[in-house]
């Protein structure tokens, strides 16, 4: 088991009680269970980075749940009759119970990474996907992953006109929990071996992963669009991005026009303070945004909207 993740087990295990990765760390501390290389005054944030991650991509196999935002407790205490019952209520978000799978991620080798670095952002991703393949440098990873591979994400944008939709990160919507609070342009998705079909082989599903996460994100249904045909995103770029635990992935920027009868609320959407931003504008706030937003808006002034 992960480092991180074995400390929690044993610090929940003897508490029996639901602890925030702060507190666990502080009885781990007080019980020398602290290997020296953990040590540091940011390790409760990589802590329940390492916890977030195992809910979200181990489901129902998982060892651990949360009680509540940022609380976390063990599954194994569910069936113990003396554990109070308002230990074992999980807390159900929106978001990380979109992204739960236990499928396997599509990732790039950080070899042909390496290669590639001053061109993947100027690069088709249809093209950037063929040269990796023909490099054999692409594949769907186990699902502990690979550290010689990075995952492969989709950041999908809501276009109305010459507007983007952003919106403020709640801190238990999303997975990127050093991100909460920040404002954002993109709905993010991991691409997995689910997304791919006879149909979509030649992105490996990306369109349709975006498509799902705008679906369920959005609140939307086939039934909304009242017989139209509902189009899929456009890939327009792709770039290296860094996530929450340091570790570099693969974003594909997907961009999608919302129909005309659309209108995101915050009642609707459980999203916070969403607007509509001149793309083509820079922001007076600019240092608000999260960092996939910044560069995917750097992005999208200089090529503007035509899809790759």
């Not at 929990?177 to 082989?201: Q, W």
């Not at 909304?224 to 327009?236: L, R």
């Not at 860094?242 to 974003?251: A, N, P, Q, R, T």
């Not at 820079?282 to 992005?299: G, K, Q, Y």
Request: hydrophobic share 35%.
């Amino acid at each position: 088991m992960d480092t991180y993740l074995d400390i929690a087990h044993k610090v929940l295990r003897a508490s029996r009680r639901p602890m925030s990765a702060k507190g666990i760390l502080d009885a781990a501390y007080r019980a020398h269970i602290v290997p020296e290389h953990l040590r540091g005054k940011t390790q409760h944030k990589t802590l329940q980075a390492r916890l977030s991650e195992d809910i979200l991509y181990h489901r129902s196999t998982s060892l651990f749940f949360r009680t509540e935002p940022g609380v976390f407790f063990l599954c194994e205490m569910i069936s113990d009759p003396n554990i109070p019952e308002k230990y074992k209520e999980k807390f159900r978000a929106r978001r990380r119970t979109r992204d739960l799978q236990t499928d396997s991620p599509l990732g790039i080798s950080r070899r042909f990474l390496e290669k590639w670095r001053d061109h993947i952002e100027h690069t088709s991703v249809s093209d950037i996907f063929h040269a990796a393949e023909l490099d054999e440098a692409i594949k769907y990873l186990p699902e502990a992953g690979d550290e010689d591979y990075a995952s492969v994400w989709t950041f999908s944008l809501v276009r109305r006109g010459d507007k983007l939709l952003s919106y403020r990160i709640g801190r238990y919507r999303d997975d990127r929990d050093s991100f909460a609070n920040k404002r954002t342009i993109g709905f993010p998705g991991a691409v997995t071996v689910r997304d791919r079909s006879l149909f979509s082989r030649q992105d490996y599903g990306a369109a349709d992963n975006a498509l799902n996460v705008l679906l369920l994100d959005l609140d939307l249904s086939p039934q909304s669009f009242s017989g139209e045909q509902i189009e899929k995103p456009k890939p327009i770029f792709a770039f290296e991005a860094e996530g929450e635990d340091g570790i570099s992935v693969i974003l594909v920027v997907l961009e999608w026009t919302c129909p005309s009868w659309f209108e995101p609320t915050t009642k609707r959407l459980s999203l916070n303070d969403p607007n509509w931003l001149e793309a083509t504008v820079v922001p007076n706030n600019w240092n608000d945004f999260e960092p996939w937003s910044r560069t995917a808006l750097r992005r999208v002034r200089e090529r503007g909207f035509t899809a790759a």
